[in-house]
């Protein structure tokens, strides 16, 4: 006879079926989930009526199958409850690795309990009974594991829309605490409101790979890398270019929130540049467009990426506002415009603290030929920068004629623009 043969009519031990230690399914089932209560964490926090209830229920159709499969019969059509209870756990939070855990525990007393009386005749038959546990393993964890995937996709989306949807409502000015209810999600009092832009990476460019497909995977760890500092908390409408953050300010204190642009930079492999804006929940829609004008002011600058607050640039903020003071203040540069190489000469030296040694070495000549320029400026203009009030008001001009002569969109910053350094 066969070996296929023998599986189709069941296996035995010692003269009796293989499956008679597991035919007494609710005894045997009790046995295995005091072993999982006791041994297999965090089985233990379950709730009681879980335990006695699907747990035990569960544990009960996995020995019918493994009994069903053991006597040579057909698979019962109880994978589809099975794969019902897999799919409850993925939405309650159970870790996968426990319910697969349990499962091959379960299997471990189970295959002790049938080959306890085995001999030395039932050889063949236990090489039978190995290859079935293999088979009913594999049976077992395909279900659970498709069924949990499944669900916690589907848990995962509904998530990700109640969170889209609830910051669509807060920075929309929207009522929201019955939205919020409905979400599961708890408005904080206050928010720390980040405004971010996120460059493209490198790979991105390259003709070799697709561009969209290394944006999207640049944004995934950066969402990864909120996730885990700030669990679920964190509110986000982002996309691979940079979108707006609100977290609560019980979450990070203000003084993190720099190591977060860092670590969120990081993770992304790209430099980030994000200006933040403290508000009430009611103030939040003020607050981001706040954040994104300050945000925008920053890259117009070229400052160098991180995170901005208005404390830091409340100057350069107002010199960037609309009106006859702006315009003016860049007017001021304007006798320099027929000579770029004493404008980039002025943005450089600002940009290195008025070092003429090293504005000397980032441009490639002379000393002598710094303190040149710096005098045809002074003479152009009528303000030299070689004094403090000359030197503030060429800064400022160069602030000012940013906004006033290269409007444009907030990611693509001009050559021309004042130097600005991030604070420390």
């Given at each position: 006879m066969?070996?296929?043969?023998?599986?189709h009519?069941?296996?035995t031990?010692?003269?009796?079926?293989?499956s008679?230690?597991l035919?007494?399914v609710?005894?045997?089932?009790?046995?295995?989930?005091g072993?999982?209560v006791?041994n297999?964490?965090?089985?233990?926090t379950?709730?009681?009526?879980?335990?006695?209830?699907?747990?035990t229920?569960?544990?009960?159709?996995?020995?019918?199958l493994?009994?069903?499969?053991l006597?040579?019969?057909?698979?019962?059509a109880k994978?589809?409850?099975l794969?019902?209870?897999?799919a409850g756990w993925?939405?309650?939070?159970v870790?996968?690795?426990?319910?697969?855990h349990?499962i091959?525990e379960?299997f471990?007393?189970?295959?002790?309990?049938?080959?306890?009386n085995a001999?030395?005749?039932?050889y063949?038959n236990?090489?039978?009974?190995a290859k079935?546990?293999?088979?009913?393993?594999?049976?077992?964890?395909a279900?659970?594991?498709?069924?949990?995937?499944r669900?916690?996709?589907?848990?995962?989306?509904?998530?990700?829309t109640?969170?889209?949807?609830?910051t669509?409502?807060l920075l929309g000015?929207?009522?929201?605490s019955t939205?919020?209810r409905e979400?599961?999600?708890?408005?904080?009092e206050?928010?720390?409101v980040?405004?971010?832009?996120?460059?493209a990476?490198?790979?991105?460019?390259?003709?070799?790979?697709?561009?969209r497909?290394v944006?999207?995977?640049?944004?995934?760890?950066?969402q990864?890398?909120l996730?885990?500092r700030c669990?679920?908390?964190?509110?986000s409408l982002?996309?691979?270019?940079?979108?707006?953050?609100?977290?609560p300010?019980?979450t990070l204190?203000d003084?993190?929130?720099?190591?977060?642009?860092?670590?969120?930079?990081?993770?992304?492999?790209?430099?980030i540049?994000?200006a933040?804006?403290?508000a009430t929940?009611?103030?939040?829609?003020?607050?981001?467009?706040?954040?994104?004008?300050?945000l925008d002011?920053?890259?117009r600058?070229?400052a160098?990426p991180?995170?901005?607050?208005f404390?830091?640039?409340?100057l350069?903020?107002?010199l960037?506002r609309p009106?006859?003071?702006r315009?003016t203040?860049g007017?001021?540069?304007d006798?320099?415009?027929?000579?770029p190489?004493l404008?980039?000469t002025l943005?450089?030296?600002?940009?290195?603290?008025?070092?003429r040694?090293r504005?000397?070495?980032?441009?490639h000549i002379?000393?002598?030929?710094?303190d040149?320029?710096l005098r045809r400026i002074?003479?152009l203009t009528?303000f030299?920068?070689?004094?403090n009030?000359?030197?503030?008001y060429?800064?400022?001009?160069?602030?000012?004629r940013?906004?006033r002569r290269?409007?444009?969109?907030?990611?693509?910053?001009?050559?021309?623009?004042?130097?600005?350094h991030?604070p420390d």
């Open positions: 066969t070996t296929n043969e023998t599986l009519m069941g296996l031990v010692s003269g009796k079926p293989m008679t230690p035919q007494d609710r005894t045997v089932s009790r046995q295995l989930v072993h999982f006791d297999v964490f965090p089985c233990a379950l709730p009681g009526d879980v335990i006695s209830g699907d747990v229920t569960v544990t009960g159709i996995c020995l019918q493994a009994v069903s499969m006597d040579g019969k057909d698979i019962p994978t589809d409850r794969a019902d209870a897999a993925a939405r309650e939070g870790p996968i690795d426990t319910i697969l349990a091959h379960g471990k007393i189970g295959l002790d309990l049938v080959v306890s001999t030395a005749t039932d063949d236990l090489v039978g009974g079935l546990v293999v088979t009913m393993l594999d049976t077992m964890s279900t659970v594991a498709r069924a949990y995937l669900e916690y996709k589907a848990v995962v989306s509904e998530h990700h109640a969170v889209h949807t609830l669509s409502a000015g929207h009522p929201t939205m919020a979400c599961g999600i708890t408005i904080a206050t928010y720390s980040l405004a971010l832009a996120i460059p990476h490198a790979d991105e460019a390259h003709p070799m790979l697709d561009g497909v944006a999207r995977r640049k944004l995934r760890r950066l990864a890398e996730a885990i669990g679920d908390t964190a509110l982002l996309s691979v270019d940079g979108g707006t953050l609100l977290i300010t019980g204190a003084a993190e929130l720099d190591e977060l642009v860092t670590r969120l930079s990081s993770a992304a492999r790209v430099p540049t994000a933040v804006v403290t929940a009611d103030q939040v829609p003020t607050a981001a467009d706040q954040a994104h004008e300050l002011m920053v890259q600058l070229a160098v991180g995170l901005y607050r404390t830091e640039m409340a350069e903020y107002q960037t009106g006859p003071g315009e203040l007017a001021l540069l006798p320099v415009d027929p000579h190489e404008l980039e943005q450089v030296h600002i940009g290195n603290n008025l070092n040694q504005t000397a070495r980032r441009l002379h000393t002598n030929t710094v040149y320029r002074g003479a009528g030299d920068p070689t004094a009030s000359g030197l503030w060429l800064r400022s001009a160069l602030i000012a940013t906004f290269h409007p444009r969109t907030a990611d693509t910053p001009t050559q021309s623009s004042a130097p600005v991030q």
